[in-house]
């Protein structure tokens, strides 16, 4: 009886450790820029990017408004902007992002899928970005239009 339960209960924990390793890096590599971002960014960058989600306080600094970073950099949206600080093993150091390494390690360490992965992050957060402000309105001159003119 034991001599047939112990191969099983391994081949159960070898079937399993397998369909997890197989499992989990498929999943990130088939979730669009959309399923990624709700999934590993919005917790701290918000549903919509704007840097209110419910993680904010566990980074060291505020999280970014990702949907500003046009405007930022001159009213140009930037994807190797996104691109480079994903890939910047420091800038999780310094903001206190959850390594890349760590969420994506099920990729093994195939740079290529990555990259994949952090362009199509790029691409969904070019979606996100707001128009700059527009001006404030000049002062009016003066005029009122309100009322029409008054008859003798
Ligand atoms: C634990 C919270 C947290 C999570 C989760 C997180 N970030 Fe961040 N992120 C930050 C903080 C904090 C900063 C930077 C603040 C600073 O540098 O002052 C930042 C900065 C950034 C910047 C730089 C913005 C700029 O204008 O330079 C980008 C791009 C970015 N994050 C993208 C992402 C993406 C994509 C994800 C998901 C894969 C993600 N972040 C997940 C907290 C987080």
Not at 87 to 107: I, K, N
Request: net charge positive.
């Amino acid at each position: 009886m034991a001599n047939r339960t112990v191969p099983r209960v391994l081949a159960f924990w070898f079937v399993l450790a397998l369909a997890v390793t197989l499992a989990w890096p498929k999943e990130a590599i088939r979730m669009t820029g959309a399923e990624l971002y709700a999934n590993y960014c919005a917790s701290c960058h918000g549903p919509k990017g704007e840097g209110d989600g419910p993680d904010k306080a566990k980074s060291k600094r505020p999280p970014s408004d990702l949907t500003r970073m046009a405007e930022r950099n001159g009213g140009k949206f930037s994807r190797e902007r996104v691109v480079a600080v994903l890939s910047d093993p420091e800038a999780y150091v310094v903001t206190g992002m959850p390594s890349g390494r760590f969420f994506f390690s099920g990729l093994g360490d195939s740079p290529v899928k990555q990259k994949m992965i952090y362009r199509r992050l790029a691409d969904f957060i070019e979606t996100l970005q707001k128009p700059a402000e527009p001006p404030p309105p000049p002062a009016s001159p003066g005029k009122d239009e309100g009322s029409p003119p008054r008859r003798p």
